[in-house]
């Protein structure tokens, strides 16, 4: 059977035709052939440090976190006209936590994407009305913003993704299916996985886990046993189209830098070389020289491979992409090429990320 690898956004029936007999309905999902449809490269995993801190039981977590994790309901209009007239809209179903006081939440880009309208429900029902504050489809983060009362935003505390450590207790909660604070546990089953994001871009140190997640835990947080958020419920890898075990969450680590970008300015913004590029033997060859970027205008060739950035080596095409993303636009870097038998030296400037 093929394997589905896809995002956990929950599908919900909105849209009946408006005229004529035998009304039908309509079904936004992001199953396979959608066209958010992602996947997963497995790459190398690396030694990490363990977690440091008391551990709680599952039941603690769940206590400590619950009243931070939200369900998202997501209308948007679908411009295909309906055979007898108007068009239909489509309503999907996500997980989402609070992040602050002022009531900004965390989710998933591919929760909101295309959103006319955006509720937010609370552990105890109350429904909320939400907008888009910004969202990042090269890391499929977003925030959206709800006027609430205090007493309903229960913010959660980021943890340190680079702290985990293979075999670490995890624990997810979400709306699987539309079963709001739905609570899960596991392992973390693996660290450093690449997931590709609704853009096309890499989403890297991903963190893959046993814990079981479904449809509709997208945007959910993955908390590590002091009950702090160290990912955000991303994809699955299936052979069902359900929870086989092999669940993705976006680090922590990315979060941090995206959502206070995406507070503050809307968007996020990321440096981009323009390469497509695969691991080598010593570093990270390039595969592909994008037109108009900043690798195509310094010189870099297809086949160049590249083994160190600013004196610091780089053993595979993580390493490079992961020196790539702490930079930001405009910042110049050095890179140490080998082309045939000869090294290189190439400085680069780097430019903006396009979306």
């Given at each position: 059977?093929?394997?589905?690898?896809?995002?956990?956004?929950?599908?919900?029936?909105?849209?009946?035709?408006?005229?004529?007999?035998?009304?039908?309905?309509?079904?936004?999902?992001?199953?396979?052939?959608?066209?958010?449809?992602?996947?997963?490269?497995?790459?190398?995993?690396?030694?990490?440090?363990?977690?440091?801190?008391?551990?709680?039981?599952?039941g603690d977590v769940y206590r400590r976190?619950?009243?931070?994790?939200?369900?998202?309901?997501?209308?948007?209009?679908?411009?295909?006209?309906?055979?007898?007239?108007?068009?239909?809209?489509?309503?999907?179903?996500?997980?989402?936590?609070?992040?602050?006081?002022?009531?900004?939440?965390?989710?998933?880009?591919?929760?909101?994407?295309?959103?006319?309208?955006?509720?937010?429900?609370?552990?105890?029902?109350?429904?909320?009305?939400?907008?888009?504050?910004?969202?990042?489809?090269?890391?499929?983060?977003?925030?959206?913003?709800?006027?609430?009362?205090?007493?309903?935003?229960?913010?959660?505390?980021?943890?340190?993704?680079?702290?985990?450590?293979?075999?670490?207790?995890?624990?997810?909660?979400?709306?699987?299916?539309?079963?709001?604070?739905?609570?899960?546990?596991?392992?973390?089953?693996?660290?450093?996985?690449?997931?590709?994001?609704?853009?096309?871009?890499?989403?890297?140190?991903?963190?893959?886990?046993?814990?079981?997640?479904?449809?509709?835990?997208?945007?959910?947080?993955?908390?590590?046993?002091?009950?702090?958020?160290?990912?955000?419920?991303?994809?699955?890898?299936?052979?069902?189209?359900?929870?086989?075990?092999?669940?993705?969450?976006?680090?922590?680590?990315?979060?941090?830098?995206?959502?206070?970008?995406?507070?503050?300015?809307?968007?996020?913004?990321?440096?981009?070389?323009?390469?497509?590029?695969?691991?080598?033997?010593?570093?990270?060859?390039?595969?592909?020289?994008?037109?108009?970027?900043?690798?195509?205008?310094?010189?870099?060739?297809?086949?160049d491979v590249v083994t160190a950035i600013?004196?610091?080596?780089?053993?595979?095409?993580?390493?490079?992409?992961?020196?790539?993303?702490?930079?930001?636009?405009?910042?110049?870097?050095?890179?140490?090429?080998?082309?045939?038998?000869?090294?290189?030296?190439?400085?680069?400037?780097?430019?903006?990320?396009?979306?």
């Amino acid at each position: 059977m093929k394997r589905r690898i896809t995002p956990l956004l929950a599908a919900a029936v909105l849209a009946v035709l408006a005229v004529g007999a035998g009304g039908g309905a309509l079904v936004a999902s992001a199953l396979p052939g959608s066209k958010t449809k992602t996947v997963v490269r497995q790459v190398t995993v690396d030694s990490s440090q363990s977690a440091s801190s008391t551990s709680r039981s599952v039941g603690d977590v769940y206590r400590r976190a619950y009243k931070g994790v939200v369900q998202i309901t997501v209308t948007s209009q679908d411009s295909t006209p309906e055979p007898f007239g108007g068009s239909g809209a489509q309503r999907a179903q996500g997980s989402g936590f609070v992040y602050d006081s002022s009531g900004d939440i965390v989710t998933n880009e591919h929760v909101v994407a295309n959103a006319s309208s955006v509720t937010v429900t609370f552990w105890n029902g109350a429904k909320y009305k939400a907008h888009v504050v910004g969202s990042d489809a090269s890391t499929d983060l977003a925030v959206v913003k709800v006027d609430a009362p205090s007493s309903l935003l229960a913010p959660l505390t980021l943890g340190d993704s680079s702290a985990l450590s293979v075999g670490d207790g995890v624990v997810a909660i979400g709306s699987p299916f539309g079963l709001a604070e739905t609570v899960t546990s596991g392992i973390v089953s693996a660290l450093h996985r690449q997931m590709t994001s609704p853009s096309g871009f890499a989403i890297q140190d991903s963190i893959q886990t046993d814990a079981a997640i479904n449809h509709g835990n997208s945007g959910g947080p993955l908390l590590n046993l002091q009950g702090r958020v160290v990912g955000v419920t991303s994809q699955i890898e299936s052979d069902s189209g359900g929870s086989d075990g092999v669940g993705f969450a976006i680090p922590s680590d990315t979060l941090r830098s995206v959502v206070q970008q995406l507070i503050s300015n809307g968007k996020a913004v990321h440096a981009y070389l323009g390469v497509a590029v695969e691991s080598a033997a010593n570093g990270a060859r390039i595969a592909q020289v994008r037109s108009g970027g900043p690798a195509k205008s310094a010189g870099l060739r297809v086949g160049d491979v590249v083994t160190a950035i600013d004196g610091h080596k780089i053993s595979s095409a993580g390493e490079l992409q992961s020196s790539i993303d702490a930079k930001k636009p405009g910042d110049t870097v050095t890179l140490t090429v080998k082309r045939g038998g000869t090294t290189h030296t190439i400085r680069v400037k780097l430019a903006t990320r396009p979306t």
